[in-house]
């Protein structure tokens, strides 16, 4: 065994502190089996960014839904929210850089109350922009069933959570009602032309496992969705990203509670991929917090862990040239990352 038994003071994790400890004291020998010493063994002294391609943005944790699996821990109960102020900040920095894609993630990033001011004004700097919607939002209230047309008409790749083909597991993981609320949202997407051949307009579905094991092979796991949602609901989309479940926040939480920490994180372990360490997404791209805070990956922000330098930490400091060069801040949490075929916010990675 490589990870051991550990005795948990309350599955209720009170801040990032705790469970970067739980992450740390997860190891038998942490002077041989820690993460930096995998990397290492995988040819590679030490991770660092390669050049920025995409420009990821958190625009609050607030969020119509709480999921099971929830690495950001957000819910219709959190108020940390990304002010106008922050937006124009990450506006002024990408306009002095080539950065290609913007990423806007949540949380619900529709709930932000400047969503749509940001969009427009972010389609004036000519870049790619993505949304990753949690479909649902589509059909919460009126204000939003329009959202569709707003993408559609900005051009906008969307990237949206479904957990499975079939209702009881999409519900199991996300709520009840979620899966009938999603293909009703994809069904109003695909209206738009989302996912139609030759429209222009992307739409990607992402998978996460609904318990503690690794996702399967991506491309056999797309063929079934294409299949399923077709033949039952008419539906058509692009691409299906798997991404492996994080061990942090809720589903931490989870794993603690199920008794299945310690198998889960010896399936991370033993399932180290050393080809996925360089195509991991913390090498080209950089995290920006609902605070306007920097950050490797969207997971390290979870975990409060911020890029290294703490003069360069923020929006306001950015810093083109250090963050394209930088070293990367890792913990036993990025097992996650390469682990099987190795996942990322764009699936697989090997």
């Known amino acids: 065994m490589i990870v051991k038994s550990l005795k948990f003071r309350n599955s209720k994790l009170a801040d990032s502190s705790e469970q970067i400890e739980i992450l740390q004291n997860t190891i038998q020998d942490s002077g041989e089996d820690n993460f930096s010493n995998y990397i290492k063994r995988s040819g590679i002294e030490k991770l660092t960014s390669r050049k920025i391609e995409i420009f990821q943005i958190n625009m609050g944790k607030m969020c119509n839904q709480t999921c099971k699996h929830c690495h950001v821990d ?3 109960d959190r108020k940390e929210i990304m002010t106008r102020e922050t937006m124009q900040m990450c506006l002024d920095k990408l306009f002095e850089t080539d950065i290609p894609t913007i990423d806007l ?4 990033p529709e709930l932000n109350p400047d969503f749509r001011w940001f969009v427009t004004e972010l389609k004036k700097l000519n870049r790619h922009i993505m949304v990753r919607c949690n479909l649902t939002i589509i ?10 047309d707003f993408f559609a008409e900005n051009n906008i790749e969307v990237v949206s959570s479904l957990p499975y083909y079939q209702k009881i597991n999409t519900d199991r993981q996300r709520g009840d009602g979620v899966f009938e609320k999603s293909i009703k949202a994809l069904q109003m997407l695909n209206e738009r032309g989302y996912g139609k051949q030759g429209s222009g307009l992307i739409l990607n579905l992402v ?3 609904s318990g503690a094991f690794l996702p399967g092979p991506q491309h056999s796991l797309e ?3 294409k299949k399923e949602l077709m033949d039952k609901y008419g539906i058509v989309f692009n691409n299906l990203f798997t991404i492996t479940n994080m061990p942090v926040s809720r589903f931490l939480e989870y794993l603690i509670d199920s008794g299945n920490y310690v198998d889960y994180m010896e399936k991370l372990i033993t399932s180290f991929n050393a080809a996925a360490v360089r195509n991991v997404m913390c090498t080209n791209t950089i995290s920006i917090g609902w605070d306007g805070y920097l950050y490797d990956c969207d997971f390290n922000q979870m975990l409060d862990m911020k890029v290294k330098d703490n003069l360069k930490d923020h929006i306001s400091n950015f810093d083109l040239n250090y963050l394209d060069t930088r070293e990367i801040i890792t913990g036993q949490h990025c097992f ?10 764009g699936g697989a990675i090997s």
């Open 74 to 76: 957000a819910g219709p």
């Open 139 to 148: 059909l919460s209230n009126p204000g939003f069933n329009d959202l569709p």
């Open 336 to 345: 996650g990352c390469t682990a099987g075929s190795g996942s990322s916010c």
């Open 223 to 225: 063929n079934d969705f």
């Open 207 to 209: 998978y996460n496992p």
């Open 105 to 108: 993630t949540g949380g619900a």
